[in-house]
């Protein structure tokens, strides 16, 4: 059975077996090796450190949930103080009485001592406590990120469940608006929408997807609105990318502010305009889409959800990492995204 830090710090018997090795080597090394040189004195030494264990263990199982369940530290170091200085004259007794007449482990007068003892127990505990409470804390930390990781993923499986039907909502819509109006053309736009299905359903169950498949989908998104208003409302998009093929991004992230775009700055029949412009360098993308506000709005039916569920995924997905302005100023609505991506090797 191989030896890992890892099943150190997974497993709880290795853990106990690790800090016993620690406290011991210490004890070893404090005593100048003392207790292997010959047999004589290594019984004796064993006993002298369990005894110094046992002050350590009593202390970490009785009085230290004190501490962290109780929250009474003045009590906690009270009782401590009390449990040290019993342990520390039962082992001034221990020791001068039967330990040392048996072996050299007294090599110094002052290891006689009270002060000596004393610190032989506060220091032990401090050996013990140390490596214990980081590893409890580790475990706990790991524990919660776990947790918070589930979470996460559950909430971000049920964003996803709630945006594909608003995405095929809104493609649906479009797609009949051009068939009123242009029924010679559908058979080509129910193609383009089939591709766009596609695309959204095969990235359901990826993680990410490479930038420039998701900015593909975007455009092929546009062409479609294009079919569908591009006679009656300006639509400028561009888009640049330093380096192909060296970033990733969430799927389906960047369209609920697209869909937003052409649903409010092109459901009308007055002069609108979307102007939509992306760029990505060194690995930072920058979204920009600028869309007209009609002066007689009309009652444009919206489920809400586009733009909550990607405003909620991008905190889940990049919290720190990116910046989003929204506002509305006269007769324009901006969404800015300054999003930094993902190298391919993380995802």
């Keep these: 059975m191989k030896w890992k830090i890892e099943n150190v710090l997974e497993n709880k018997w290795e853990q106990e077996i690790a800090v016993l090795g620690f406290a011991f ?5 404090k005593n100048d090796w003392i207790l292997f040189r010959s047999f004589q004195a290594v019984l004796p030494g064993i006993v002298y450190f369990f005894i110094l264990y046992f002050h350590a263990q009593c ?24 449990l040290a200085f019993f342990f520390s004259v039962a082992l001034y007794e221990i020791a001068n009485n039967y330990l040392y007449q048996t072996s050299a482990l007294a090599k110094f007068s002052h290891q006689k001592s009270y002060p000596y003892q004393l610190a032989s127990v506060v220091g032990t505990l401090i050996c013990v406590l140390g490596p214990t409470t980081l590893l409890k804390f580790y ?47 559908t058979p080509d736009l129910i193609m383009k929408v089939s591709q766009l299905m596609r695309y ?4 359901t169950d990826r993680q990410c997807v490479t930038i420039e498949e998701e ?17 009656r409302c300006e639509i400028l998009y561009d888009c640049k990318i330093d380096n192909e093929n060296a970033y990733k991004i969430s799927p389906m992230l960047l369209i ?11 459901g009308t029949i007055e ?45 889940l997905l990049y919290p720190g990492t990116y910046n989003l302005d929204l506002h509305e100023t006269g007769n324009t609505y901006t969404v800015d995204l300054r999003l930094q991506l993902k190298k391919i090797v993380q995802c």
Aim: proline share 3%; glycine share 4%; net charge positive.
């Design 25 to 29: 080597t210490l004890f070893s090394i």
């Design 59 to 82: 202390n970490r199982f009785f009085l230290l949930p004190i501490l962290f369940k109780k929250h009474k530290p003045l009590i906690y170091l009270a009782f401590t103080a009390i």
């Design 139 to 185: 475990s706990e930390q790991k524990k919660q990120s776990s947790e918070t990781i589930l979470l996460n993923q559950m909430q971000l499986n049920s964003l996803r469940s709630q945006l594909n039907p608003h995405f095929l909502f809104n493609t649906f819509n479009t797609l009949y608006g051009i068939s009123l109006e242009y029924p010679e053309r």
């Design 200 to 203: 959204q359903l095969e990235s």
């Design 215 to 231: 900015l593909s989908f975007i455009d092929s998104y546009i062409q479609l609105e294009k079919e569908r208003v591009g006679y």
């Design 256 to 266: 609920g502010f697209v869909e937003n775009a052409f649903k409010h700055g092109a």
């Design 271 to 315: 002069s609108c305009y979307v102007r939509i412009k992306i760029t990505v360098e060194k690995g930072k993308l920058h979204l920009n889409i600028v869309n007209s506000i009609p002066e007689k709005k009309r009652e444009i039916i919206s489920t809400k959800i586009g733009l909550k569920n990607t405003k909620e995924r991008l905190e």
